[in-house]
């Protein structure tokens, strides 16, 4: 059921909400009322304690509703809901650049070294298509042509012909 019909079917049976201020840690119940496409009003005594970014439990759910509190007045917060969810499946914190950059993956030792291709890419880690991937360990490293030192990674997850590494990053960047 989409939030804004979830929301209207309170607001008509006067159900209470929890609301969950990430900005200031508080927790408080409020009820919802002037429910529309773009948000709705938080209605209660202690919504005059929430800020900014907030997430509403409905009654029933184990997940939180995000929105954002534009004005709180007596009793009373106007709340904007987002428009887009973001994909559940996206958890990264930083958009990556799609490319093509030749990469050695290599095991600490250098004893296990597979070829492959970084397809994507940001400043804290990338995805890369190689074969063999499981026969590496969980830590590796990564040689490519542009860097005098290799870079340090740990996969997030990886199959047997692509994977996700988290890169981290030493002394200005490489291991040495």
Known sequence: MPMTEALRELEERGEPVLVVDFDNLSCVEATVSNVSEWGCRLNGDQVTELRKNIGIRLPGQIRLMKAQVTAVKKGSASVVLPKVEAKVSDKRRERRNTVKIPVVISDRGGV??????????????????AKDLTSLPEEVMLTLKQFDKPVHGEFAWRSDTAAGLRLVWEEGGMIG
């Open 112 to 129: 296990t070294e597979i070829k492959g291709t970084i397809i994507d890419a940001g400043p804290n880690g990338c995805k890369i298509l």
